[in-house]
């Protein structure tokens, strides 16, 4: 096999070009290829020398195949079938091990360092963070948080493991053998693979571009269709004001706001004010998760919040990053009783410049005087505590980001 | 000045007590703690596996012993070094002055 010791520049111009094409593939909505995947999916097995199951079973959100899944893999344990944890556990790692991993160690082999390095982050760690870290980590955390109890609750199996799953299209730029990194060595570069391993990298390949989530098991194989609908920010976060973020066929699906899950009945309340943004701040101070509150913030309007509640300005403080001396203001609020606060009561708020997206941030504190103080109260606890000067003497950039 | 180090609303907090506990297993990078709605992570990293010991106390405490300095991250936050040394893992603290209580932030 030939080493890549050099990219020559018309392959270093080739590598937005297929980060950009493997992003596309990675967030692909609409139809399921199944016919490819019936194709590719057994060769895996094969390759990973294990006998394709019979049963294929193609479901319409990966919350149907989570549950499916772990209640199949239950009831053929109790009918004593060899299907139990640790056998899923083994195929998929079988799955993604001999098949993923070899071609992934082929590639590397063949490849000098320095140009592997180079791919790795211009096209498979870009690829990875906007379909797999944007996409697939919702999809996978809200499954997570719903199916766990769920079926542990209903089937009393503490074994039981949903997320034996492979990600198919989410998983284009994951980190063995990345269908994105791999083939811009042998389509780009012209890496000549053996017939062995070319083969494995075609299949899973072909597997990761055909469907989404697959639940590889000994006895059946679960296979998810594509989401009919990912919508996404300028930043490529999962965000939707209109509908859920990300659908699949069954309906199943989430509403995100900029990143940010939120439960129906919350995400609608929110977006109802996104023409006045006048959502009342009473309600958004009320949300305990505080990043789900500080997009709330953004249906809602501070200043008129402020003038609403006739608060008063009790200091006022600004820090500067190091680095390129970027402003983070700090301000001490004191509201008053009346029909939103029972009893007077103060709010640190403060504008985060430093963060990707310019975000407010507004978050309750005992009834200090200067902002350091306020601002240290938050960092200390029962065990830890700092003065305000440690918390003025705090850098950005060198104490805190 | 106390010795404290935040990065988000996660506060690294220099601890110069002896750490008892159970070790977590890592591989060089360990997640210190993970958004519930948003799947961001805060992760510290460190050369190697051996650079670093995460330690989980009795109490459930979370420490850190960094053998070199470690770099953390997360989405939506610079990158940050963290010296090596000894720390114990906490979250910043807001009042709820509807429900008059004091909580850690949650995210």
Redesign the interface.
Same mark, same amino acid.
């Given at each position: 096999m030939k080493k890549i010791t050099a990219l020559t520049p018309e392959q270093e111009a080739m590598l937005p070009v297929w980060r950009d094409k493997w992003i596309e593939i990675g967030l692909k909505t609409g139809n399921t290829d199944w016919e490819t995947f019936d194709k590719y999916m057994p060769v895996c097995y094969q390759k990973a020398g294990l006998v394709y199951p019979k049963k294929v079973i193609r479901v319409s959100s990966p919350m149907v195949g989570a549950f499916a899944s772990s209640i199949a893999n239950k009831i053929l344990k109790e009918r004593g079938s060899h299907v139990v944890d640790d056998s899923v556990r083994a195929v998929n790692g079988a799955v993604e091990g001999v098949v993923q991993g070899v071609v992934q160690g082929a590639v590397h082999d063949a490849v000098a360092d320095a140009f592997d390095v180079a791919v790795r982050g211009s096209v498979h760690d870009v690829v990875g963070g906007v379909v797999s870290?944007a996409v697939g *980590?919702?999809v =996978? $955390?809200s499954v997570h *948080?719903v199916v766990d109890d769920a079926v542990r609750g209903a089937v009393r199996d503490a074994k039981i493991s949903w997320h034996y799953w492979l990600g198919g299209q989410f998983w284009v730029g994951g980190w063995w053998g990345s269908p994105s990194f791999v083939s811009f060595f042998t389509d780009v570069c012209k890496l000549e693979l053996s017939k062995d391993i070319q083969e494995r990298a075609t299949a899973y390949r072909k597997v990761c571009e055909s469907v989404n989530y697959i639940w590889a098991n000994s006895d059946f194989v679960m296979v998810c269709a594509r989401p009919s609908k990912i919508s996404k920010n300028t930043e490529g976060r999962l965000h939707s004001d209109t509908d859920m973020a990300i659908k699949y066929p069954d309906g199943w699906g989430l509403y995100l706001l900029n990143?940010? =899950?939120?439960d129906e009945k919350l995400w609608k309340r929110i977006v109802s004010f996104k023409d006045s943004k006048d959502m009342p701040f *009473?309600e958004i101070?009320?949300i305990?998760? &505080?990043?789900?509150r500080v997009q709330a913030m953004k249906y809602g309007n501070v200043s008129e919040f402020i003038k609403h509640a006739n608060a008063t300005k009790v200091d006022q403080y600004t820090k500067y990053r190091l680095e390129d001396n970027a402003p983070i203001n700090y301000y001490l609020y004191e509201f008053p009783s009346g029909d939103i606060?029972t009893e007077t009561?103060h709010?640190l708020i403060y504008d985060d410049t &430093?963060?990707?997206?310019k975000k407010i941030h507004m +978050? $309750? &504190?005992?009834p200090f005087k200067t902002v350091p103080e306020a601002g240290a109260?938050? =960092?200390?606890?029962d &065990?830890? /505590?700092? /003065?305000p000067?440690?918390w003025e003497?705090?850098i950005i $950039?060198?104490? +805190?980001? | 000045m106390k010795k404290l180090y935040a990065h988000g609303d996660i506060n690294i907090e220099v601890y110069e007590g002896e750490v008892k506990g159970e070790k977590v297993n890592h591989a060089g990078k360990f997640v210190l703690a993970e958004g519930e709605t948003s799947g961001h992570k805060h992760v510290i990293t460190t050369p190697s596996i051996d650079d670093m010991d995460v330690i989980k106390s009795a109490d459930g405490g979370m420490f850190l012993v960094l053998r070199v300095d470690g770099i953390v991250t997360h989405e939506e936050h610079a990158p940050m070094a963290i010296p090596k040394g000894t720390y114990r893992i906490d979250r910043e603290r807001e009042v709820d002055h509807f429900s008059k209580t004091t909580r850690k932030v949650l995210d």
């Open positions: 870290g *980590d919702a =996978r $955390g *948080d990143g940010i =899950r939120f *009473d101070l009320k305990a998760d &505080v990043d789900q606060f009561v709010y &430093v963060l990707l997206d +978050q $309750g &504190v005992p109260w938050k =960092r200390s606890n &065990v830890f /505590t700092i /003065t000067e440690d003497n705090m $950039g060198v104490h +805190q980001n | -």
